[in-house]
């Protein structure tokens, strides 16, 4: 299993970012997918999660109404829209399979998102 997630960046608050994940290694159109984040000194904290055939999706308090999961089942890709942007945001965000818990031991490096003025 691989997951390479990639499009974090600085950006300031209020800002708008899209993560993408690419995935390979298991039949990703029958698994639902989840966006992870990390900051230095805390354990890895779910932030949402889409189920395999798109229809429903969840998400942590902190993110509702800001950010949205997606995934394309042909391309084999899971993407996190995040807009209005804050500070706490800041993370490295990482994907896997399964629903508010990663399926797979294998995370990948993830992707930096830094939120500051």
């Known amino acids: 299993e691989q997951f390479v997630a990639s499009g974090g960046d600085l950006v300031q608050p209020g800002g708008s970012l899209r993560l993408s994940c690419a995935v390979s290694?298991?039949?990703?159109?029958?698994?639902?997918m989840s966006w992870f984040r990390q900051t230095p000194g805390k354990e890895r904290e779910w932030v949402a999660s889409?189920?395999?055939?798109?229809?429903?999706?969840l998400y942590v308090d902190d993110v509702k109404g800001r950010f949205t999961i997606s995934r394309d089942n042909y391309k084999h890709m899971v993407y996190l829209q995040m807009n209005d942007l804050k500070p706490e945001d800041t993370a490295v965000y990482f994907c896997?399979?399964?629903?508010?818990?990663?399926?797979?031991?294998?995370w990948g490096q993830g992707t930096q998102v830094t939120v500051s003025s």
């Open positions: 889409i189920a395999a055939g798109e229809s429903r999706s």
């Open positions: 896997n399979a399964g629903w508010r818990e990663g399926v797979f031991d294998t």
């Open positions: 290694g298991f039949a990703f159109e029958n698994y639902e």
